[in-house]
């Protein structure tokens, strides 16, 4: 297999006999399989495979990178070249900025699994599959079904001049459901989707009949729920909707990058109260039930960082570049994009839970709307920290009681005052919920 360590120390070489300063190798192959059925008629079944070397070099603290989409070495000595190129040409303008240094992680790491989901046959997939679309399809008020089964094993390899040599092989399997139900003159939708880091064996362990019905259920009172009068409504927010505005609003604004440019609200609040005493957020790249990152694509470690402890801005997020900008240490968020160059970017953003249960919390809502379910149409500028998010569920909450379904729920404003000012208590049921079908698929 030519995605190994071996391998990636070989490019290492080559590029480094170049006369550069510093190098980093990322080699990828990722083998993805989808089936999408749509109102009972299979549309699509398909398996990819993608593999990649990218190389970046460093001259004179400037940096050249280039990517080949072929692992023959020939193709790989020509990316090394361009990347070099690159590099020097910059380089004669000047000198750039010293990386901060950094030790690279020796690491090799497999989640575990039983069952190579690429390996079951076809037809019991696919049956699975169609069979979930047409039990939607048959339920009372549903008028469309989308279902899809996603998997994916994805193998990275870092190999660096600062002591890199690290592997990983993520296995990971799901299936998701869409449902449009009508009353009378109006359809609504409604998503869902369960993932795992797991094999195939959790497909077999999971209840999706079960799963696909309370999806087409939720979809059809959605389509009888009424519209909640105007106005502000204490919003009691799911685990999944809180992660997801968390990391877009929040966790993006806390990138190196931005703050390198100055550019995000948060630039000059280190140490200064941003939130509720009740907040901590952590950047964790292997918290469980999230997507896990043992290492950035850069070859550093994945610490736990915490961002904000206790309401207080405590640290942004770096990849080696930033850091020595800003004269920190690298916190193993260099996170690649597609094909391109890498940049700071979240893992996986929680808030650690509180102390409340789910239901106390409830109770003390005077007026309000429990929301949950999945973001419909969703904005967000993570230089302000506004954001704006339509979300498909919601139960009304008066005087403590759940009275019934609404939908057309709003979530919006500043997510920094929403933070500090509107935090009145934390579930201790909180938990990280990993979305791999929308997150990396």
């Known amino acids: 297999m030519l995605v190994s360590i071996d391998f990636g120390k070989e490019v290492l070489e080559k590029a480094l006999r170049r006369g550069v300063d510093e190098a980093v190798v990322r080699v990828q192959e990722r083998l993805y399989e989808s089936i999408i059925f749509d109102g009972g008629v299979l ?54 900025s010293v990386f901060a240094p950094v030790n690279g992680v020796k690491t090799v790491y497999r989640t575990s699994y039983s069952t190579n989901p690429l390996d079951v046959d076809p037809s019991e997939k696919v049956s699975l599959v169609a069979e979930l679309n047409r039990l939607s399809l048959g339920m009372q008020g549903v008028v469309s079904a989308v279902t899809r089964f996603g998997a994916e094993i994805d193998r990275r390899v870092v190999v660096s001049s600062y002591g890199a040599e690290a592997f990983e092989e993520i ?56 519209v909640p009068k105007p106005g502000a409504y204490r919003a009691v927010i799911d685990n999944e909707l809180i992660g997801l505005m968390l990391h877009e609003a929040f966790g993006h604004a806390s990138e190196g990058d931005l703050v390198m440019h100055r550019e995000p609200v948060l630039y000059g609040k280190l140490g200064t109260k941003i939130a509720s005493e009740l907040v ?34 405590r640290t942004f ?52 709307i429990v929301v949950y379910g999945t973001i419909g149409e969703w904005l967000s500028n993570p230089v302000s920290g506004l954001l704006n998010a339509t979300v498909t569920n919601g139960l ?46």
């Not at 990218?54 to 004179?60: A, L, N």
């Not at 023959?72 to 000198?95: F, N, Q, Y």
């Not at 000012?421 to 990280?432: G, T």
């Open 43 to 96: 549309r699509s079944y398909g398996v990819s495979r993608v593999v990649g070397v990218g190389i970046q070099v460093v001259v004179k603290g400037f940096v050249g990178y280039s990517y080949t989409s072929s692992l023959s070495m020939d193709a790989v000595e020509e990316a090394i070249d361009r990347a070099v190129k690159l590099a020097r040409a910059m380089a004669s303008a000047g000198r750039g």
């Open 171 to 226: 296995v990971g399997v799901g299936i998701s459901h869409l449902a449009v139900a009508r009353f009378g003159d109006v359809m609504e939708r409604v998503y869902d989707q369960r993932s795992f880091i797991a094999g195939y064996e959790a497909i077999k362990g999971f209840d999706w009949q079960t799963f696909v019905k309370e999806v087409s259920e939720l979809a059809v009172k959605a389509s009888r729920a009424r």
């Open 280 to 313: 901590t957020i952590v950047d964790d790249g292997l918290a469980e039930g999230g997507y896990p990152v043992p290492f950035d694509d850069e070859g550093v470690a994945k610490r736990r960082t915490v961002v904000v402890e206790k309401g207080a801005l």
């Open 317 to 368: 997020l770096y990849d080696t570049y930033t850091a020595s900008i800003e004269g920190k240490e690298s916190t193993g968020n260099a996170r690649r994009m597609g094909a391109a160059n890498v940049f700071p970017s979240p893992t996986n953003i929680i808030v650690l839970p509180g102390t409340s249960s789910l239901d106390s919390i409830v109770k003390d809502v005077r007026r309000g």
């Open 396 to 441: 009304l909450v008066e005087n403590g009681e759940v009275k019934q379904a609404v939908k057309g729920v709003v979530i919006g404003g500043d997510i920094y005052k929403l933070l500090k000012d509107h935090v009145v208590a934390l579930s201790k049921e909180f938990e990280a919920v990993g979305n791999y079908l929308g997150q990396q698929y």
